[in-house]
């Protein structure tokens, strides 16, 4: 399974990125697609995740949006009102894999980091 994550980039305090996140190889579906968030030093934490519902870290609530398009095993984050605080390396994550023979595997998924930095 490889996850593609696109969307960073360098944007001023306030401004918005969306993140999108495309699954694909041996993946039929997942229980849960997610972001992380990690700077250097420091442990890599979620951010936010959905499986049949969204959660949120404090620290983002009311400005970031999760979503997810089951059919095509993508996830989105929808950043607005950007703090320098955001910045980090932002990973995806999939887990509770079912794969294109609708087994279950229960595996989990990183994708590269893609860098999200908020200056002004």
């Known amino acids: 399974v490889q996850l593609q994550a696109s969307g960073g980039g360098l944007v001023q305090p306030g401004g918005s990125l969306n993140l999108s996140c495309a699954a694909s190889?041996?993946?039929?579906?997942?229980?849960?697609m997610g972001w992380y968030r990690q700077t250097p030093g420091n442990q890599r934490d979620l951010v936010a995740a959905?499986?049949?519902?969204?959660s949120y870290a404090d620290s983002v609530k009311g400005r970031f949006t999760i979503s997810r398009d089951i059919a095509k095993n993508t996830v989105y984050l929808q950043m607005n009102n950007l703090k320098p605080e955001d910045t980090a390396d932002y990973y995806c994550?999939?887990?509770?894999?079912?794969?294109?023979?609708?087994?279950?595997?229960?595996?989990?998924?990183w994708g590269q980091g893609t860098q999200v930095t908020v200056s002004s």
């Open positions: 959905v499986s049949n519902t969204p």
């Open positions: 994550h999939v887990s509770g894999v079912v794969d294109s023979t609708y087994t279950f595997t229960g595996d989990e998924y």
């Open positions: 190889g041996n993946i039929f579906s997942a229980i849960s």
